[in-house]
């Protein structure tokens, strides 16, 4: 079983900046496609960004040219750098990983609110 451990969600002000992070131990990390998803109470869950096992990245409308995804492969991360953020990104984060099978991470809570 794959664990993705995530952190650095938070509350902060509209137009600031947080970075979110997803762990892994596992060395499957190194050939996999991994994500971002958000989802907010009684929504689906939305993909936000994709990176591809070699970094190539891909963003939804919603966060283009406001959130960066990187896969850093030394350290068996995957980050979201989140700025200009705004209230409507307010919702619970995921970190997901594809190889063959899917796993996800356990959510962590972003808040942008004055």
């Known amino acids: 079983q794959v664990q993705l451990v995530e952190s650095g969600g938070g509350l902060v002000q509209p137009g600031g900046s947080l970075k979110l992070s997803c762990a892994t131990s596992?060395?499957?990390?190194?050939?996999?496609?991994m994500a971002w998803y958000r989802q907010a109470p009684a929504k689906q869950r939305e993909l936000v960004a994709t990176?591809?096992?070699?970094?190539?990245?891909n963003y939804s409308d919603s966060v283009k040219g406001r959130f960066t995804i990187e896969k850093a492969n030394a350290k068996k991360t995957l980050s979201l750098q989140m700025d200009d953020l705004k209230p409507e990104d307010t919702d619970v984060y995921y970190c997901n990983l594809k190889r063959i099978l899917e796993y996800w991470g356990q959510g962590i809570r972003v808040t942008v609110s004055s």
């Open positions: 596992d060395d499957i990390f190194f050939a996999s496609n």
């Open positions: 990176i591809t096992y070699d970094g190539q990245p």
